[in-house]
């Protein structure tokens, strides 16, 4: 994991420079490193479209901005910063007295020596960010500001990369990727996504994982209104389809049935789960289980319907069980939204460690099962079928045997294996492990 956290690191430091937004050049150029770790389809949507409530912008992309006092040195450059131009202004060329130019500057007071990062998607503005000392050094006098963007009709980008599983009821895992240098909103998500993908084809999944980097808010909605099949069919009204046995072949078209989003995942604060509209989804199930069991400091926390985009993916029309991991989650820490979340602010140990937890998660979601015990009058008898065998020199042979025992008791097709593992208080491993020794043994289907 040290060596992963290593990489995931690495692609931090290579997409923290790129200035992203909700459009544009930018989010190119994050995809393009991305799909040098992880194969990505990207999709390209025109500016207009409608998706659901909302309309695809105009295109956004920037080449120089700076205001230069009156000898023509630069004292706020784009070049230095991506974050010193609010993000998404109209073009500007102009001079102006600092008077004049102070309401399109933007700072903050409380840290003095930090840039804010700030946007104006939807109102057409242009500004500056910059440190309040830096501001507190200009005189008064004339300014040249300049601002070299454009806004035209393009596309909005977002790619997807899919782990093919044994059934096609799908997994989404879903980040942003509209935030210009910010290494831990944002960039660190990526990263964990990026090499949780790789570590899922390590082995063929039981479901099939989406992956989706797409700008916050407007690109899940988009996705979401060119999915609204693929996520409809998970929806508890419409009856959620059971899942494949074993050997049979995957359905066509791909149902939704879970979701995580990854958000703020490299900081060095205790992770943070924040719960699924539903509140009892089977990722909050795993999540919380997984998060208690591996003795962690952590916190669980409910929905609200802000933060990122579990806003849209738990939204009532879609409800799906999708929850967010992060570190210190959303608003939460002080370099948040500013130039100090920075390279510095990241560390290869909590992005590993990010990483594991999705890791585990996903593979106790993945073998989360309800079976029917086929033998359920009276205890089957174990012996007879090399099952206390198969647990000789097991330095856990007794805690394998109550296992089985639990799964047989509870294997009434109600109870799933978490439900088991809760239960007995037995680790979830312990629990599918010898679900799949009664599973073999013929005693239980699935
Ligand atoms: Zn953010």
């Known amino acids: 994991m040290t ?127 910059l440190a309040q000392e830096t501001l507190d050094a200009m005189p008064d006098g004339e300014y040249e500001v300049r601002i070299d963007s454009t806004l035209a009709d393009g596309h909005l980008t977002y790619a997807e990369h899919v782990v093919p599983g044994q059934v096609a009821d799908e997994v989404i895992v879903s980040c942003h990727v509209c935030h210009p240098s910010l290494a831990n909103d944002n960039v660190a998500g990526i990263a964990v996504a990026t090499f949780l993908a790789r570590a899922l084809a390590e082995r063929t999944p039981w479901y099939t994982y989406r992956f989706l980097f797409a700008p916050g808010t407007i690109g899940a909605i988009t996705w979401l209104a060119r999915n609204a099949d693929r996520v409809n069919g998970a929806s508890p009204a419409l009856g959620a389809p059971p899942g494949r046995r074993p050997g049979e072949e995957p359905r066509a078209g ?120 086929l033998s359920p009058y009276g205890e089957p008898q174990l012996g007879r079928r090399g099952l206390y065998e198969s647990l000789g020199g097991r330095s856990d042979a007794k805690q394998a045997q109550m296992a089985m025992l639990w799964v047989l008791s509870l294997s009434d097709g109600e109870h799933s294996l978490l439900d088991v593992a809760q239960r007995s208080g037995l680790p979830f491993d312990t629990v599918a492990t010898a679900a799949d020794a009664l599973h073999g043994a013929g005693l239980i289907k699935a």
């Not at 999709?43 to 207009?48: A, F, I, Q, R, S």
């Not at 998706?51 to 295109?59: A, G, I, M, N």
């Not at 509209?277 to 089977?282: F, K, N, S, T, V």
């Not at 106790?364 to 029917?372: A, H, K, P, Q, T």
């Open 254 to 373: 791909g149902r939704v049935r879970h979701g995580l989003v990854l958000a703020c995942a490299g900081d060095p604060g205790q992770l943070t789960y924040k719960q699924s509209r539903r509140g009892d989804a089977e990722i909050d199930r795993v999540m919380r289980h997984v998060l208690l069991a591996s003795d962690r400091p952590h916190r669980v926390a409910e929905f609200t319907p802000y933060g990122y985009d579990e806003r849209q993916f738990c939204s009532p029309g879609f409800d799906l069980g999708v929850g967010s991991l992060s570190r210190t989650p959303y608003a939460g820490y002080p370099e948040y939204h500013t130039s100090a979340d920075d390279l510095a602010f990241v560390s290869p140990e909590a992005l590993a460690d990010t990483l594991a937890v999705c890791r585990e998660a996903f593979s106790v979601l993945d073998r989360n099962r309800r079976y029917v015990n």
């Open 3 to 129: 060596d992963a956290g290593e990489e995931m690191y690495e692609l931090v430091e290579r997409l923290y420079p790129l200035c992203r937004s909700i459009t544009g050049d930018g989010v190119r150029a994050t995809l393009e490193i991305v799909d040098e770790y992880v194969p990505l389809r990207v999709h390209e949507v025109p500016t207009g479209t409608r998706v659901l409530d909302w309309t695809v912008p105009q295109e956004w992309n920037i080449r120089d901005a700076y205001i230069a006092d009156a000898a023509g040195n630069r004292v706020v450059d784009f070049a230095a910063s991506n974050l010193h131009v609010l993000g998404y202004s109209v073009p500007v060329a102009a001079t102006m007295p600092l008077d004049e130019l102070r309401g399109h500057l933007h700072t903050l007071p409380e840290h003095p020596s930090w840039v804010p990062y700030r946007t104006s998607y939807y109102q057409p503005e242009w500004g500056f960010c």
